[in-house]
Nanobody, 115 residues
Framework: QVQLVESGGGLVQPGGSLRLSCAAS????????MTWYRQAPGKERELVAA???????NYADSVKGRFTISRDNAKNTVYLQMNSLKPEDTAVYYC?????????WGKGTTVTVSS
C-alpha cells in the first residue's frame, strides 16, 4: 500500500523555521522525483521545491535562499527545511512522488506563519 505521510507543520512566528518531513512507503522511493507543493487559502496549488532521484533540486523563486529540499533514501523520507518564514508561506504543504506513470500524493500538513 502506497503512503506518503507529511509531518512537521504548525504555527510559527514570522522569521522562524520549520522542518517538514514526508515519509514514504509502498514503492521504491529512490527512483522517484519528490516534490513539495503548497496551497494557500483561495489560491491554486503551487510547486515549492523538487528533488530528482539523482539529487538535483529546483525551487520556486519565492522560496529560493530560504527553503532547502533534501532526501534520505535509506529512510524513504524527503524533507523541506524552511527558514525565514513569512506570512505568505502560510499554506497546506503536500508531498508528491512521481516516476514514469506513477503519481502519488500525501494528505498535507498545515503551516501557519503568524505573530
Amino acid at each position: 500500500q502506497v503512503q506518503l505521510v507529511e509531518s512537521g507543520g504548525g504555527l510559527v512566528q514570522p522569521g522562524g523555521s520549520l522542518r517538514l518531513s514526508c515519509a514514504a512507503s509502498g514503492f521504491t522511493f529512490s527512483r522517484y522525483r519528490m516534490t513539495w507543493y503548497r496551497q494557500a487559502p483561495g489560491k491554486e496549488r503551487e510547486l515549492v521545491a523538487a528533488i530528482s532521484a539523482g539529487g538535483n533540486t529546483n525551487y520556486a523563486d519565492s522560496v529560493k535562499g530560504r527553503f532547502t529540499i533534501s532526501r534520505d533514501n535509506a529512510k524513504n523520507t524527503v524533507y523541506l527545511q524552511m527558514n525565514s518564514l513569512k506570512p505568505e508561506d502560510t499554506a497546506v504543504y503536500y508531498c508528491n512522488a512521481v516516476f514514469a506513470f506513477s503519481d502519488y500524493w500525501g494528505k498535507g500538513t498545515t503551516v501557519t506563519v503568524s505573530s
